[in-house]
């Protein structure tokens, strides 16, 4: 390709929304798409804004999805006006949502059946990192096409780890999500314990943070202090829904597991 790759990008959740800012301070040639208008707002106004996903498709070569589930990634990609009608063949689309890997190995089939090729490409990291290009990516796809995609995921990414084929990456993200959920239950029952042994929580979460027991789990808990805040934002749908796909994969009942899903139900009964 003589001309830069052109991006285009869909999701303004988040993750997605720094994601997004941060490819628009890379200089790529960069379009947006968003059900809300008013999230582009903060965008420069170099950035290209399309009016459906057809329109992005069509003024994009390389497509990053992060919407937040896999009904909203079936619209976005093949619903009216969806962005497999505006893609030429050759075009490549990154969807870093997470999702069941069966859907994605779907997902792809039916866009190989157009000439487009998907790469399986959850992201881990958080606002912070998505903002900063610091993510992790966990790819599923042939290595050769995730190459090509080196114009996005340079970006976006400080990690790019290819796992197998389709449906690997969404495999590893769920098993990630899984052990994070695990390790905010065990932190829950440290919090407990600390009231037990009249040590207060917050202390506790300042000494464990600064030593070998630190982890993104203790740090949500230390800054938002409570199961009820936890259950209040973001984490709450998003975890409920990796653990109940990754549930759905397997027949045994490994002790990450039965953690993570200790703290949805912690969740579920904060949020009442």
Request: glycine share 10%; aromatic share 4%.
């Amino acid at each position: 390709m003589d001309r830069p790759a052109r991006i285009g990008f869909i999701g303004m959740g988040s993750i997605g929304k720094p994601m997004a800012l941060n490819l628009s301070r890379s200089g790529v040639p960069l379009t947006l798409w968003a059900r809300r208008p008013e999230v582009l707002e903060d965008f420069p106004v170099a950035v290209q804004r399309a009016d459906t996903p057809a329109a992005l498709g069509a003024q994009s070569d390389l497509v990053g999805i992060v919407v937040f589930d896999a009904d909203a990634v079936e619209e976005v990609f093949f619903g009216r006006d969806g962005l497999i009608e505006g893609l030429a063949p050759g075009s490549i689309v990154l969807v870093h949502s997470t999702v069941a890997p069966e859907f994605i190995i779907d997902v792809a089939a039916r866009a190989k059946g157009r000439g487009i090729e998907v790469i399986d490409a959850p992201v881990s990291g958080g606002p912070n990192g998505a903002e900063l290009g610091e993510l992790t990516i966990m790819a599923g796809c042939n290595a050769a096409l995730l190459e090509q995609a080196k114009p996005l995921t340079d970006v976006l990414a400080s990690a790019v780890i290819h796992l197998g084929d389709i449906g690997a990456g969404q495999k590893t993200k769920l098993m990630n999500n899984a052990v994070f959920t695990a390790q905010l239950a065990i932190v829950e029952s440290v919090v407990h314990l600390a009231a037990e042994l009249e040590i207060d929580p917050q202390a506790l979460m300042q000494a464990i943070s600064a030593s070998s027991g630190k982890s993104f789990a203790v740090d949500m808990f230390r800054g938002s202090g409570s199961v009820e805040a936890i259950a209040s934002g973001a984490a709450k749908p998003a975890l409920t829904k990796d653990v109940s796909i990754l549930r759905s994969l397997v027949e045994s009942n490994p002790l990450v597991l039965q953690a993570a899903e200790q703290f949805v139900k912690s969740m579920e009964t904060a949020s009442k």
